[in-house]
């Protein structure tokens, strides 16, 4: 019974047959060769596809919130406050749905903490798109 059905998929798959459905989940399981190549081009990923937010609104969150740790030329003085956004090519490497989330819980065990409770998914994607105009080039 198996025999015969592995059989006739192999016809099918043989033949091209329309019904391909059992032939695409095989080069599936070659896979891991595209995660190489995905990672071997982070400086492509990191083109910043521009974040939803509002540049100039956040600059007045960024002045109010972020800056006595990020300090005003995003250096966080050189890293040692907090992440360089300037210097640290990798941490902007990050794709925008990463640095919204660092921005709403925080990074534990750093000072870096969630802003959830004070400002709302606006202000902190605001923040994050002046961030990225202002120091993420
Ligand atoms: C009390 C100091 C402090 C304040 C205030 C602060 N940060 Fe941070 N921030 C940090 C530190 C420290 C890190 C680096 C943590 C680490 O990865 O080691 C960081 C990291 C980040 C990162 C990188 C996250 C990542 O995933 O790599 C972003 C983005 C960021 N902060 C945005 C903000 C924004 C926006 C505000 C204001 C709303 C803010 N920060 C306020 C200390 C601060």
Request: charged fraction near 25%; include cysteine.
């Amino acid at each position: 019974m198996r025999l015969s059905l592995l059989f006739s998929l192999l016809l099918l798959a043989a033949c091209g047959g329309s019904e391909s459905t059992p032939a695409p989940a095989e080069p599936a399981k070659a896979e891991p060769v595209k995660a190489e190549a995905v990672k071997a081009e982070p400086v492509a990923a990191a083109e910043p596809a521009a974040p939803a937010g509002d540049a100039a609104a956040g600059e007045k969150v960024y002045s109010t919130y972020c800056m006595a740790c990020h300090q005003a030329d995003g250096k966080g003085m050189n890293g040692a406050l907090a992440a360089n956004f300037v210097d640290d090519k990798e941490r902007m490497a990050k794709s925008d749905a990463l640095l919204l989330k660092s921005i709403e819980d925080g990074i534990p065990g750093t000072t870096m903490i969630s802003w959830k409770a004070q400002l709302d998914e606006t202000q902190r994607s605001d923040a994050l798109a002046y961030i990225r105009a202002t120091f993420g080039k």
